[in-house]
């Protein structure tokens, strides 16, 4: 069985190493554009800020090691030019011409390009998809610089941003958005925006580039920003080229549209990675999702499946995580951007926990919040941020949304504690238990964007701080009254419906419990001043 991979990396080479190792009898042949078929791209940005300090260290496999351990035939510096859809075969083109390769099955896995916006001066621009990309940009900020611009601020854009100015480099990044990191909501996206800044990067929102000058950039409102290097990191787009002049199918993404068995429009062609088209795992709706673990599962999968077994490819969550200048920040499911723009009702709940044990030294504040359907307790997407624990415990609720495990009952989850990595109620326990108090109208809560509103309709707010608390900042117009005395003072809040509020939304529950056995209508901020403070903060 003659075996074609266009493109290695993660979702080739899994495809090709896991042929070879359910059939021995099989001509394996991976024909790879780059000069390198297998390394760790998900690095090259930590290398080009010396983090990573050996360039060898992101090479994980050569032509001449898949060969001798798993008799691969690998063509580095080739491309596959065209297929004969009917003759199967493929034209290969490399440094000694052309040469025809016929195929039982093609296995596509070009990956995805890089988006090159028609800007003047775009040709200047650096991207990093590659190790001729990470060479070329090694050099470019080994020289005499001192300033960058990025354009974009998203994932790659703000780890080439982090490692640039780990490198000593001024760097602006300069983001169309209103936010950075677009999975993330507003209020949790201003927590990484306030990371950013404070260590030293220039980050311009709502701002695009008109032109890109030899030492320059130019923005649309007419500022000019030093930019010894530019780098556009703006985001991909599926590189399907290759399937377009075959014939195949494609969606208007560009993707190429798959079955669950990751076959094409043409049986005995197959495609794998970041060039198609997903299954999302909350509607079942066609997107695409650039990552590694799904490249990888599904470069394995569709080995199995050319070799007969039963294999299926599963719906994609999307779940990701970024570190930024040492905060992690993790995402997994939908955002409430996107549930609004569909139409979806959820609840959202924010906390504010640490990571383990708060007397064990070391804890580190998490910023949480989970999304959830009001009327099946489903799961529908969560973020965390922290500068610890925010990945475990974004895999945590992953798992349980691929498990079916609703909201109410992440209470339920046995996670493993001691107080140096976790709590006894960890923090995702503890989304279970807001979660179910919600669910059972224990407690009203509002969110931070319906403050003003609340109170311009004639809602008192109630502050449950400390007096010390307070003085650090508050929502104007707040009544102060510690909880610890409300049961006291219950006198002194004014009639009329009350939104209790704290620091992270526990002693704003508790006052709400107290009021509400008292005959008032309250509901509790939910995330209290600190998601309010970061959402308003500007």
């Known amino acids: 069985m003659k075996i074609v991979i266009v493109g290695g990396v993660a979702g080739g080479m899994s495809a090709a190493t896991r042929l070879r190792r359910l059939s021995e009898n099989a001509e394996i042949t991976v024909v790879e554009r780059s000069g390198y078929v ?9 290398h080009v800020g010396g983090v990573i300090e050996e360039r060898s260290a992101l090479l994980l496999q050569t032509p001449e090691s898949l060969a001798a351990r798993f008799g691969i035939r690998v063509l580095v510096r080739h491309e596959v030019t ?15 011409g052309e040469v025809d390769m016929p195929y039982d099955a093609l296995v596509l896995s070009p990956g995805a390009r890089p988006v090159r916006p028609p800007i003047p001066g775009i040709e200047r621009a ?72 404070d260590h030293g990067v220039d980050l311009r929102l709502g701002a695009a580039v008109e032109v890109i000058g030899e030492r320059d950039v130019t923005l649309a409102d007419g500022s000019v920003v030093p930019a010894d290097v530019v780098v556009a990191s703006i985001g991909v787009r599926p590189d399907s080229s290759l399937a377009v ?18 076959r094409t429009s043409d049986p005995a062609i197959y495609a794998v990675g970041d060039a198609v088209v997903k299954r999302d795992a909350l509607d079942g709706s066609a997107v695409m999702v650039p990552l590694a673990n799904t490249a990888n599962r599904q ?62 030294p070391g804890a580190a504040g998490l910023h949480l919040k989970l999304l959830v359907d009001p009327e099946t307790d489903a799961i529908l997407g969560a973020q965390a941020l922290g500068e610890e624990g925010a990945d475990k415990r974004v895999d945590v609720i992953a798992t349980a949304m691929a498990g079916g495990v609703t909201a109410s009952r992440l209470a339920d989850l046995e996670l493993a504690y001691a107080p140096a990595f976790g709590s006894a109620k960890d923090p995702v326990n503890m989304l279970g238990y807001v979660a179910s108090n919600l669910r059972e109208g224990t407690v ?20 449950t701080r400390t007096p010390g608390e307070v003085a650090g900042g508050a929502i104007p117009g707040a009544l102060n009254i510690p909880v610890d005395d409300l049961r006291e003072r219950l006198d002194e809040v004014p009639e009329g419906r009350v939104v209790a509020y704290c620091a992270v939304g526990i002693r704003g529950y508790l006052a709400a419990r107290i009021l509400s056995q008292a005959g008032r209508e309250v509901a509790n901020l939910d995330g209290g001043y600190t998601t309010w403070r970061a959402a308003t903060a500007g």
Request: with cysteine; net charge negative; proline share 3%.
């Open 245 to 262: 002049d075959a014939g195949l199918e494609v969606e208007e993404s560009g993707g190429i549209v798959v079955d669950e068995a990751m």
């Open 299 to 360: 470069g394995r999968m569709v080995a199995d499946v050319i070799m007969g077994l039963d294999a299926g490819d599963r719906p994609v969550l999307g779940t990701a995580i970024v570190g930024i200048f040492g905060l992690q920040v993790a995402t997994t499911g939908w955002n409430a951007k996107r549930l609004a723009a569909a139409g979806r009702e959820f609840r959202q709940i924010h906390t504010h926990p640490v990571s383990h044990a708060g007397y064990y």
């Open 82 to 96: 065209a297929i004969d859809r009917a003759g199967r075969v493929v034209t290969v083109s490399g440094p000694d």
């Open 38 to 46: 297998s390394f760790a791209n998900c690095g090259l940005p930590y």
């Open 444 to 463: 009203e809560t509002v969110q931070w964007d319906e403050v003003a509103e609340r109170v311009a309709a004639g809602d008192v707010l109630l502050d």
């Open 126 to 197: 650096l991207s990093l998809r590659d190790i001729e990309d990470t060479d070329a940009m090694v050099a470019a900020v080994s020289g005499d610089v001192r300033t960058a611009v990025v354009i974009g601020g998203g994932f790659i854009g703000v780890e080439v941003a982090e490692n640039l100015r780990h490198k000593g480099m001024d760097v602006t990044i300069v983001e169309a958005a209103d936010q950075a990191m677009a999975p993330l909501d507003p209020e949790m996206a201003a927590f990484v925006h306030e990371r950013i800044r």
